[in-house]
Structure formats: C-alpha cells, structure tokens
C-alpha cells in the first residue's frame, strides 16, 4: 500500500503496551480496494505502522471449529446472548500460532481466552486443547462433552497491516489479500475487499472519521460467520444479508487457485505439518 510507505515504523512492543492500556471500542469496515489508498492518504501526521525485520505487512492464517450442526455459526447467525467462537491463529512469518476462543455470557460480558500453541498442530485440536474447551462450555450453557464433536470448519487467510495512531490512543489493522477455505476443499477470495478494523476508546479514532468522509459506515462482518454463509447458501443469512448481497457476492469472488493465496493450502487435514520457524513472536492481535 503505497499510502503507508512514508509513515514512520513502530515495534511490535509499544503497540503491545499501548494496547494494554486502551479499553477498546471495535469497529469493522467493509473497504473496496480502490477506495483504500485515497482513505488511507489522509492518515493523520505521526501514524506509524508496525515494522518487524523491515516488513510491514504480515500473513494470518486462522482454522475454525465448531460441531458438526455449527453451534458456533447458529449462535452468532441467530445471535443468541450466550455463544463462542473457537480458532487458531497462525502467524505465519513468524512461526508463532495461539489458540483463541472467545465467549460471551448471560450478562453480555466477550471474554477472550489467549494461549500458545502448537503451529504445527494448528489444524486440530489437541487433547489439552478440547478438555480446555470443555471447562470453558458450562459458563455459556453448553454441555462440556460437546467438545468431543468439535471440527475443523474453516480456515481463513489475509495479510494484516498494523498502524498506531499519533497519540497511541488508537490503533487500526487493515486486512487484505482475503481468502477463504472450507473442510469440503471448496473456497473463494475477495481480491477487490479489505476489511480495516478500528480499535479505539469510547471515542471514534481519526481513521474511523476518514472512513465516515468516505461515506463508509461499520459492518456487522465475521471472516467465520460471514465466510461461512458464502460458502453455504443453505445456511441463515439474514444477518450478513447485505454484505452477501454486495461484497461478498459471488459476482465479486475469485475462484481459490491451487497455488492459494497467503496462509491458506488448497488443501488440508488434521495431520498437515506446515513448517516451524523459529524464535517465533505475534505481529500484533
């Protein structure tokens, strides 16, 4: 993105540390790729955009799961008040890879679990890893033994840029390359689509105030839920209705190529054993 090539680098550690510190209002956005450079270019003055070994731009790779009636999807399609959303994340230049798992309760509390995993282990789920899930189920009134039906679903993939706002009170991450993989072989990509996430305090951060010039607004958006339902017309779509509509219609996709696009294998199982780096570190969440 030529836009960002004149902003100045910052580390991986500050933006942990300022993100620690913020108490985060996230914003998705749904950005055709022709309107990103203009939107981007009025950045304010003293952005900077997260550098490591010189790259600014890193690839992402997450695997889904859920049950094979799609507990997850359904209780975000519905949305019921209580539900989660399990994944690995593989950040693939850096060979580090981390199992999430994302809840929310009866009082509408999002509590994100965060650990270390395995990269090469990061298309299944291990024994540790189901009887964790397990524990997690009864505080959203799930029956733990439904972590033994759990599955690989869908694997995304997209390549993530990171940029910190002058005053570190806000940051944003801008999505693109977007690609999409289903258990059954079958996938898509969205070569004209980013998607850019702003996370703020309670008030909107200058690039969610480019993104409203632009006359962009937030998107109800899951690379999960939203992925799946394209990928499975006979799933419910009501709530990702426009987007299925536009952005992600099928008149707007690419078909997967063999060689597949950043992070995504054309094909995959729970024993694929991608390689392992070393000294592995996070571009950033």
Partial sequence: MNALAHLDPVGLDEIVAEAALLTRVDRKYVVPRAALEHVLGGLADGTRVLEIDGERRFVYESMYFDTPDLLSF??????????????TRAYVDTGAAYLEMKTRGARGATVKERDAYDITRRDELTVD????????????????DRADDLDAVLKTGYRRTTLLAPDGASRATVDTDLTWLGADGSGFLLPGLAIVE???GARASD??????????????VSKYATGLAALRPDLPRNRWAR??????????????????APGIRPTYSPTTSPRTEEEPCSPAA
């Fill in 243 to 260: 987007l299925l509509r536009g952005a992600f219609a099928e008149t707007e996709r690419a078909a997967l190529p063999q060689s597949a």
């Fill in 207 to 220: 690039v969610d105030r480019l993104l409203w010039r632009a006359g962009l607004r937030p998107a109800i």
């Fill in 198 to 200: 702003t996370k703020s």
């Fill in 74 to 87: 359904h209780m975000a399609a519905q949305p019921r008040r209580r539900r989660f959303k399990l994944r």
């Fill in 129 to 144: 890893a189901r009887a964790d899930v397990a524990d997690a189920f009864p505080a959203i009134g799930v029956a733990p």
